[in-house]
């Protein structure tokens, strides 16, 4: 069974910094891409970021391009999501998940159908 656990959200100020983190086993890693996507209150789900261990592939939504940084310790099975320059437009509740595809606008689609997995989410809140 693929469980999926998102830590680390929390309030900030604009221009701060959090790091989220999605705690996944090792063949979780090894058989999916992993990848957050947000969801704000009243609006659809956003893609924010994929990685994929085959390969270290990344993908990112322009939104958070040279702000977000997704990454993976494969020592402790850990993915991460490091934000810094906060907006609050970053507003939203944050999850991981796993799915098979590589580019985020597949990845996306795949979320959307619901064929893998996701956590329970993490909010992250940016004050003005």
């Known amino acids: 069974q693929v469980q999926l656990v998102e830590s680390g959200g929390g309030s900030v100020q604009a221009g701060g910094s959090l790091r989220l983190s999605c705690a996944a086993s090792?063949?979780?890693?090894?058989?999916?891409?992993m990848g957050w996507f947000r969801q704000a209150p009243g609006k659809e789900r956003e893609g924010v970021a994929v990685?994929?261990?085959?390969?270290?592939?990344?993908d990112y939504a322009d939104s958070g391009k040279g702000r977000f940084t997704i990454s993976q310790d494969s020592n402790r099975n850990t993915l991460y999501l490091q934000m810094n320059a906060l907006k609050p437009e970053d507003t939203a509740m944050y999850y991981c998940?796993?799915?098979?595809?590589?580019?985020?606008?597949?990845?996306?689609?795949?979320?959307?159908?619901?064929?893998?997995?996701r956590g329970q989410g993490t909010q992250v809140t940016v004050s003005s």
């Open positions: 090792e063949y979780t890693f090894a058989t999916f891409c």
């Open positions: 998940a796993a799915e098979s595809q590589t580019s985020l606008g597949a990845f996306m689609r795949a979320v959307e159908a619901g064929y893998g997995f």
């Open positions: 990685f994929c261990t085959r390969g270290r592939s990344t």
